[in-house]
């Protein structure tokens, strides 16, 4: 199901719309609370019951139905998702302490937390002109997975990562936790499990939250359990029998997690999606915004994959005078990040070189992002536009 939304016309806010009032902060995520949120979180309340329950499975329900896939497991993160992903695999596979899964050398450092948190060992590789997996050389000997990271609101080159994985026996985890409801060339999810961010100034944010999803039975069986202190698979079995179920309830196959979330954050986020497409619409507008309005500037920015359907996350940006520019625009109250540094990690340096990953390199000497969301006016556009303009006329 490719997500499909309205025409609109693109924007047209010029710099002499720079706004007069005094200016806000204009952040890297929002959230808006709707009515329909109060009304589903005090239904919450209203019922009593607050850990997993009736809020979770639609939400669980939802989401799979939105990203194509039969099963989604709703844990308390995108990283816990991640976790119980390989953990998953890794205990179907029998996988041995030590084997290799590749991940790209630019992604949030979540990604390759999770790869040794399961004893497991980060092989890098760089990254193309659009931010996603380069795969080129043959995989280490031992090598098991790979993780490819959907890099702000669109998805990698997946026809050549399916094809990599195929030819050298792999695995395929996707994290989507900057990428929710974007496909490419009509198709949404590839790996054997795709996971999902619904924290703060993602898509769609709950406060905490995130998924892992699978069209596997067995795989989201396990995943359930890996999220639930290892707990024996009936408890999750709607058609178990009732001696079977008291009987077995209380027992652990495996050494799980507590990754589970609440019915406030499924609250929260069943009531957003109605309003996703909308959202998502906007994000590109701004995006395409940004393209026409700092085009004549020396930045390289960020632009959509032949055959992909991008909803940005936020607007990155490289140049040379990051550190400068993205002080600037904080004095002036623009809410900014560097752009996902990984191989310049402190925690990381004993395992990789960061020359070795030119492209990852660049960005990490000269990547920085603002915010691309919905909570953005066109004021609020034309005053970043306004601001980044008068740093590079100084």
Request: with cysteine.
């Amino acid at each position: 199901m490719v997500l499909e939304l309205p025409r609109t016309s693109p924007l047209t806010s010029p710099r002499s719309l720079f706004p007069s009032d005094p200016p806000r902060r204009i952040g890297v995520g929002h959230v808006e609370v709707t009515p329909l949120v109060r009304d589903n979180v005090a239904d919450v309340l209203r019922s009593g019951w607050l850990s997993p329950g009736r809020w979770c499975t639609r939400f669980e329900r939802e989401w799979a139905a939105l990203h194509e896939r039969r099963y989604a497991v709703f844990v308390n993160s995108g990283t816990s998702a991640l976790q119980i992903a390989l953990a998953a695999l890794k205990e179907r596979h029998a996988w041995p302490d030590g084997a290799g899964v590749i991940v790209p050398a630019l992604t949030f450092v979540a990604t390759v937390n999770v790869v040794t948190q399961n004893g497991l060992r980060p092989v890098f590789a760089d990254v193309d002109p659009y931010y996603g997996i380069e795969l080129c050389a043959p995989p280490p000997p031992g090598t098991v997975a790979v993780v490819p990271v959907h890099v702000n609101g669109q998805q990698c080159g997946m026809d050549r990562v399916t094809r990599y994985a195929a030819d050298h026996g792999l695995a395929v985890v996707e994290d989507s936790c900057e990428c929710v409801a974007a496909s490419l060339g009509g198709r949404i999810a590839h790996g054997v499990i795709s996971c999902y961010s619904t924290y703060a100034a993602h898509h769609v944010t709950t406060g905490v939250g995130g998924f892992a999803c699978t069209d596997d039975e067995n795989v989201a069986m396990l995943l359930r359990s890996l999220a639930n202190h290892g707990r024996d698979g009936i408890y999750f079995d709607p058609l178990a029998a009732m001696e079977q179920l008291v009987a077995r309830r209380f027992n652990f196959e495996r050494a799980g997690y507590s990754y589970r979330a609440s019915e406030f954050e499924a609250a929260v986020g069943c009531a957003q999606l109605p309003d996703l497409a909308d959202g998502l619409r906007r994000r590109r507008e701004i995006a395409d915004f940004f393209a026409d309005s700092l085009g004549d500037l020396p930045l390289v920015l960020p632009r959509p994959r032949p055959g992909a359907q991008w909803w940005p996350m936020f607007y990155p940006v490289l140049t040379p005078q990051r550190d400068d520019l993205a002080l600037f625009l904080e004095r002036h109250d623009v809410e900014t990040r560097s752009f996902l540094p990984l191989t310049c990690q402190p925690v990381y340096r004993y395992l990789v070189r960061q020359d070795d990953f030119p492209a990852a390199k660049r960005v990490n000497e000269q990547g920085l992002y603002w915010g691309c969301h919905p909570g953005m006016s066109d004021g609020d556009l034309s005053r970043i536009d306004a601001l980044v303009h008068q740093f590079f006329r100084r």
